[in-house]
């Protein structure tokens, strides 16, 4: 089946602490984005990446960083500088262009 | 700054009526409007979308209109289900966004459709 897999779908992290979310896809997009949803809130964007080796930042990038070192693979990693991190985190992905994007399943992220 | 607002923020009809969502747009300069259907805890299932060039879309039961000159669009789920419950989002791409599929996000539209 083609799609974005996030994993883990659950995670704790500890103040002080650096954790990273996966996202790989296998529906050979180029285009590669996570987003950060609080109650009450809109979908926020965090970082994008268009092409391999290459991602630009979002709306709301503080705290937050990325790589892009493979076309299906798009790891997010919250730092410890992020100061508000419990969310729910979604990535999606599209083709380059004005095209549909599509979603995996989302990392609830908890501070404990 | 393009902001996207959806109302009501939540609804409930019995169970076969025709219910129209609401979504408006400060910024009339994107390349594609998409509606999401989001079930609790899960991801976002992308529904339609709407080229800025295109006026409606239709799947199913569903059909979306754009009307960029008003800054609005319109998700019209025919004869609900209770299957059809959950939270529906709309997302402009906007021009100005700099990046394709910069999308800028409403608060959803939280439907319960009742038996």
């Known amino acids: 089946d083609g799609g974005i897999t996030q994993s883990p779908k659950y995670l704790f992290r500890k103040e002080g602490q650096n954790v990273t979310l996966s996202c790989e896809q296998n529906?050979?997009?180029?285009?590669m984005y996570w987003y950060r949803q609080d109650p009450g809130q809109g979908l926020r964007l965090i970082y994008y990446s268009q092409i391999v080796n290459d991602f630009q930042k979002g709306d709301i990038a503080e705290g937050y960083s990325v790589s892009r070192e493979k076309k299906e693979s798009f790891p997010l990693t919250v730092t410890s500088a992020q100061k508000n991190p419990t969310a729910f985190y979604l990535c999606?992905?599209?083709?380059?262009?004005?095209?549909?994007?599509?979603f995996g399943q989302g990392t609830r992220l908890t501070v404990v | 700054k393009q902001e996207v607002t959806q109302i009501p923020a939540a609804l409930s009809v019995p169970e076969g009526e025709n219910l129209v969502l609401n979504c408006s747009f400060t910024d009339s300069a994107i390349y594609n409007l998409q509606w999401f259907r989001q079930d609790p805890g899960k991801g976002l299932t992308s529904l339609l979308l709407i080229q800025s060039s295109q006026r409606e879309q239709t799947s199913g039961r569903l059909n979306a209109s754009l009307d960029k000159s008003s800054g609005r669009s319109t998700l019209y789920i025919a004869a609900s289900q209770p299957g059809d419950s959950a939270t529906y989002l709309c997302?402009?791409?906007?021009?100005?966004?700099?990046?394709?599929?910069?999308?800028?996000f409403g608060t959803g539209t939280l439907l319960a459709v009742q038996p």
């Open positions: 999606a992905s599209s083709d380059v262009g004005n095209t549909e994007a599509f």
């Open positions: 997302a402009a791409n906007s021009i100005g966004g700099g990046a394709t599929n910069k999308l800028i």
């Open positions: 529906l050979n997009h180029d285009a």
